[in-house]
């Protein structure tokens, strides 16, 4: 069962930003086509930043027990691009909630 927990981990923690999000409506519970948006790019362009350190021989997966073993690509698990939305997401919200915070200049 290793091999599911950090896959596990990832979605549980996805999870609850989202429900932090429904919660205060923060990002995509505020303003969804935006916020899907900036994650979906940031996502895509952190892959395309993955694929190229692969391509050049500095990013790879090594061994893991925790991983599923599964690979969307050479180098690439399973579990990258929903670290990649969980890093995205987690930082929209943190900046967002930040920017709510600030006074007004």
Do not use: K
């Not at 927990?5 to 969804?32: C, E, H, I, K, M």
């Not at 690509?73 to 929903?82: D, R, S």
């Amino acid at each position: 069962m290793s091999h599911l927990a950090y896959l596990a981990a990832l979605l549980v923690s996805l999870a609850g930003l989202t429900a932090l999000d429904l919660r205060y409506r923060v990002a995509v519970f505020d303003r969804p086509r935006a916020a899907l948006l900036t994650v979906g790019a940031t996502v895509a362009f952190l892959l395309v930043w993955d694929v190229v350190g692969v391509g050049l021989g500095i990013f790879f997966v090594g061994s893991s027990e925790w991983l599923t073993g599964i690979r969307l690509a050479p180098e690439v698990p399973l579990e990258e691009p929903i670290f990649l939305t969980l890093l995205a997401y987690q930082t929209l919200l943190l900046w967002r909630w930040l920017s709510r915070r600030a006074p007004a200049s």
